[in-house]
């Protein structure tokens, strides 16, 4: 791997995005890229996708004379700051790292530096058509923490997706509610990643507002207020945390998530930006939104891929407990088989939890029912999840 070199850029003496009302923090001072691209520049006239945000553009083939950057470049990018953000968006790509130090930039207005390693990708399939620019650029948004809801505490914390840098929304945490996350969109269909860090500070803090101790392996990602993952990695260093890493489609009847694949090696390079420079028109398709946000799991969760099933058709049921250890059984009860065989005959499942604490089961439906999931941790605590109910449609008997 080539060793990055800087390079020449031009700064922006004003904010790109601000709201009227509030006062710039954030000016970017320049980058440098491995491999190296001497074209990158910052382009201006972008509008942000909520108030108060500072959204930054950048430009990676440039002009007069455009280069052709293959994604997967990485970039540095130091901004220097009157204050640590609330949250930083880069899109799309993936942050690699993110530093912040207070008193480095030698600019008494802005005396704080805060550093992005970010590797740009592709976009989605179907966004290039809906972006404010060309397809090649990429965007990090900065989010101040401007008093009126959003927690110091969530200061360090970062979202990196694949969709359109105008398709989201910061959902900040609050005391009534111990969740914070994003609200993101996409068209129907369309598959995207999406990566957040959940700061030490910010579980702390949540801590302290429900008078008992969090980790990491307390959390889960929930979407649109259902469970969808416990897959959370521990971050360590100057800003150490907790990351989730997942990928999603925007199916409006399902909240399920997708684990992260890794790419093949084996595989050609993705096209490079500069391919998709003239993105062809597409037809319009329904946008779907998804809330996104990271909270305390529950003891023990039971879920369905669909709360509607065609008679004879198939579900599947899934869940996690937090107590469990990979081998430890959940039992599902049905409510039918109760009212008919008793309580002992109304298990009709019983499944081993996997290392995430998760258990997974396919149910033909022949009828509306209802179902429950119990668990006894080795340690002795014992959880039941309320009744969940399947509506069959069509054929048989409701």
Known sequence: MKTPKAFALGMIASSLLVCPMMAQTTQFVGATSDPVNANLRLRSGSVPPQPGVELFVFDPLGSPTPGDPPYGTK??????????PASVVAIPGKVLSYAYSTGTSGDPAFPDELVIEFTHGPYAGGVEAELPGPPSDFSIAIIPADGTGIPASLRGSYMATNISPL?????????????????????????????????????????????RSLTREDLALFSNNEQASTRFARVEGANPGALIEIQLSFNPTSNLVLDLIEPDPSQPEPASAK????????PPLAKVKKRLTVGEAPVLSLLATSRVVPYRRKVTLYGWARYGAPGEIV???????????????????????????????????????????????????????RPLRITVRGGGRN
């Not at 970039?75 to 640590?84: D, I, R, V």
């Not at 609200?183 to 429900?210: C, H, K, M, R, Y």
């Not at 009709?348 to 209802?370: E, N, P, R």
């Open 275 to 282: 391919s998709f420079a003239r993105p062809k028109a597409l």
């Open 331 to 385: 039992k599902i009860t049905q409510q039918s088989r109760i009212a008919t065989r008793g309580p002992k005959q109304a298990v009709i499942k019983k499944l081993h939890l996997d290392a995430d604490g998760k258990f997974v089961t396919s149910i033909k439906m022949l009828k509306t029912d209802k179902f429950k999931a119990s668990h006894v941790s080795a340690g002795g605590i014992a959880s039941t999840t």
């Open 75 to 84: 970039y540095t990018l130091t901004f220097k700051t009157s204050e640590q």
């Open 167 to 211: 398709a989201w929304k910061l959902i900040p945490p609050s005391g009534a509610s111990i969740s914070f996350g994003f609200e993101i969109t996409g068209n129907n269909g369309q598959v995207a990643f999406f990566d957040l860090f959940v700061p030490d500070s910010l579980i702390a803090d949540w801590s302290a507002w429900l008078g």
